[in-house]
């Protein structure tokens, strides 16, 4: 059993503004999925963007918007949201505190 | 994409004390792992079982142990547990709140 803070893994600003931190990973001897944290800095946003793999989001804290096909949804503490393969989505941080998640997707993808 | 409160979901006490949420699942189009959130009332536990499967949990608020293999490892808000398939779990709420977390596993399982 690993047990951890998500704190303990230092994160990464791929985009800027956005820090993700992979929590749980294949190299924890995950088999089919993978956890990740993202913190959104206030007045930023994850671009709009598909992959032919889906996302499974929890919002622990702050607010924002989710963007998508379904138009502009406001998300905060406790949302839950499945983004669908090839679907389209953003995410926005529309508060003044980081809006932080926790993010899987299946391996084998980035 | 589905956005919601997890509290639209009606609880499942499956076990005594034991509340779970069944928020994303293969009705909404999860092609590989689905999400729960639990609450684990004061004084309860989810006994120690294994299964086949993996856990992905991640803790949203309360204080609680979680006892394995590894022994007996203190949990609270923002700790990350992976649970190896197979491998022996509990975990035990030892706080005045209920113990909220989120546990995603594999689809194909219950």
Known sequence: MKISNYHDVEPVE?????????????????????????EIKPGSSVPSH???????????SGQGMAVGKQGTTPISQETVIFVAPDEPHCFVNTGNEPLRFICLIPLQQK
Chains 1, 2 share one sequence.
């Open 50 to 60: 598909s992959h032919p793999w889906e996302h499974e989001v929890f919002i622990l």
């Open 14 to 38: 791929e985009i800027e503004g956005i820090f993700k931190r992979e929590v749980i990973t294949a190299d924890d001897g995950a088999p089919n999925f993978s956890m990740r944290v993202f």
